[in-house]
């Protein structure tokens, strides 16, 4: 099977390091292990020289006199005072997708295009329909929702509308999570072109060997016990009440630490609540690290935590979770939504009250109380995402809906114009 993949958000660089672009790579470079012909066109590749990829990219940059107009958009008064320079530029790069993604489908004549959801992301629906060829929509999260409120998001109104179509439009749906699947048919969709497919792991990364020593050599964490957080630190992600969690525990066992990996909007906030706690020298900050070395990170701790405060709107399907259970690491997380689905109390991990401090607190105690019981979580917790959470499996379920489309034709329950 012959795949475009298309990604119309520049945020999201697919040679990047955050979530969403090794969602991008670790799937195209899952489908393409599994045998299937796969290029990628999108608006940011970035610019990473250590990542390698199994697909080729298309990076469609503007070029002659929209170069001109792109750049203007940069520095034109009346729009950076309406703070319209990031909306305006996604609705012309699906202008340029439409326009020069035409010319390459012409070329290299894909069965399917299977297309990452982003705002003002049409680009796709009028290719899919231009060429007779299925659309597979996958969405993440929902987007109009997430961004309202921001000051860069002007053009809401619009977004939504887009978004509405296109959802309908769609031949089918991947949904990460159940929460999304039914936001979806909030706006219209068929229920039975949506199928929730959740975020996976890479079997190659975490089976690789890898040495946690020199982390904790690096950050002082020799002979003590760690507690452990990776991912981005958001408003959503609750790192202040595991920091609160965590000097609970440290006033009884001063040879705890606490290594937080990542970055993110509340980092500067957080290192202002570990300096008034005095815990600059116990509570350690990484910054950013490459995906590559992820698993000698999480290997570093002995508790890992994913901790979020109590959210109605709960869609994420979270990459970290997984990592977590599968680099074997007990793992005490936040019992909402998807992370309820999978973990299993007591036996594939920790489950606790989503903001209750003390219940954080109380969960992490008893695992480093008991070894016999984290180990035992940790082995089943790795056999558990190991048996279904890959990305060779996502790839699989794909390509197998991706195929039915395929033979089919357009789903007769498709929503039209």
């Known amino acids: 099977m012959k795949i475009a993949y298309l990604c119309s958000d520049s945020d999201v660089p697919i040679l990047g390091h955050h979530g969403c672009s090794v969602h991008v790579r670790e799937l195209t470079n899952a489908m393409v292990e599994a045998g299937h012909d796969v290029f990628i066109i999108c608006a940011s590749a970035g610019s990473s020289t250590r990542i390698k990829m199994k697909a ?31 909306d305006l530029k996604s609705v012309l790069f699906n202008q340029s997708l439409k326009n020069e993604g035409r010319s390459i489908l012409q070329r290299e004549r894909p069965d399917l295009l299977y297309e990452r959801h982003s705002l003002f992301g049409w680009a796709g629906v009028e290719l899919s329909q231009r060429f007779g060829i299925p659309l597979l929509l996958e969405v993440n999260a929902p987007l109009c929702r997430e961004q309202a409120g921001y000051e860069r998001f002007t053009l809401g109104e619009t977004a939504e509308r887009i978004e509405t179509e296109v959802l309908q439009r769609a031949d089918a749906i991947i949904a990460v999570s159940q929460w999304l699947k039914e936001w979806i048919t909030s706006k219209g969709a068929d229920e039975r072109r949506v199928h929730v497919v959740p975020n996976g792991i890479s079997i190659a990364l975490f089976n690789a060997s890898t040495c946690c020593e020199d982390i904790r050599s690096r950050y002082g964490l020799v002979g003590k016990r760690v507690i452990g957080y990776l991912g981005s630190f958001q408003p959503w992600h609750d790192v202040d009440g595991l920091l609160m969690a965590f000097h609970e525990l440290y006033q009884d066992n001063p040879e705890l630490r606490l290594l937080l990996v990542g970055n993110g909007p509340r980092r500067m906030g957080l290192e202002t609540t570990v300096r008034r706690m005095g815990l600059e020298s116990i509570a350690i900050f990484t910054g950013n690290v490459a995906h590559d070395l992820v698993p000698s990170f999480i290997g570093a701790m002995d508790i890992a935590v994913v901790p979020y405060r109590m959210k109605q709107d709960f869609y994420f399907s979270p990459l970290k979770l997984f990592e ?7 793992t005490v997380a936040a019992a909402l939504g998807q992370i309820e689905q999978i973990i299993e109390h007591g036996k594939t ?55 039915v489309l395929i033979e089919s034709g357009r789903s007769v329950s498709k929503a039209r114009a």
């Open 349 to 403: 991990g920790w489950l606790y009250t989503p903001g209750d401090r003390e219940k954080l607190a109380d969960g992490i105690a008893t695992l480093l109380s008991s070894s016999e019981l984290a180990s035992s979580i940790a082995e089943a917790a790795r056999r558990k995402v190991l048996n279904e959470f890959t990305w060779e499996a996502t790839a699989a379920r794909i390509t197998h809906l991706a195929q």
């Open 324 to 330: 977590c259970m599968v680099a074997r690491r007990p």
């Open 56 to 86: 080729p990219i298309y990076e469609l940059s503007p070029h002659g006199l929209d170069a001109i107009v792109w750049k203007s958009l940069a520095t034109e008064p009346l729009i950076q005072s309406s703070r319209l320079e990031r």
